[in-house]
């Protein structure tokens, strides 16, 4: 809330004191971005397994669209949140109709987010027999 300071200078060699009054201060703490995580993806039978660098942030948005590398992060991409700084997609290989990109997005807990992570994503493809 608002309120008042007092402000004394006192000079004790020629003892002379000052009293000046400062109304109406407020005291905000800043809100800062987190810098953008650095992601990297390694893979384990059919689980994808991410872990991203610590930037400070008080929680990372996961996003994890199906069949969209280049996608633009928003609500219907997130996936999850996490506070720690790896997450993993069990099943998520397999499927060459199911293709996942990853991104990671730090975020202050008064809002602030960080830049977008760099993309990851698993590809599959099919293998389909016959002469070439």
Do not use: M
Request: with cysteine.
């Amino acid at each position: 809330g608002l309120s008042d300071v007092r402000v004394r200078f006192y000079y004790s060699g020629l003892e002379w004191d000052y009293w000046a009054q400062v109304d109406d201060v407020s005291l905000a703490c800043g809100c800062f971005a987190p810098a953008a995580p650095d992601l990297n993806i390694s893979y384990f039978g059919t689980d994808v397994f991410l872990n991203w660098s610590d930037t400070g942030a008080d929680f990372y948005e996961i996003h994890s669209p199906a069949n969209d590398f280049y996608f633009t992060p928003n609500i219907n991409t997130l996936f999850t949140t996490a506070t720690d700084t790896n997450y993993t997609f069990p099943n998520d290989l397999g499927n060459p109709n199911l293709n996942y990109a990853y991104a990671i997005v730090g975020k202050s807990s008064c809002g602030a987010a960080s830049a977008l992570s760099n993309r990851k994503g698993e590809f599959d493809f099919g293998i389909e027999s016959g002469t070439p």
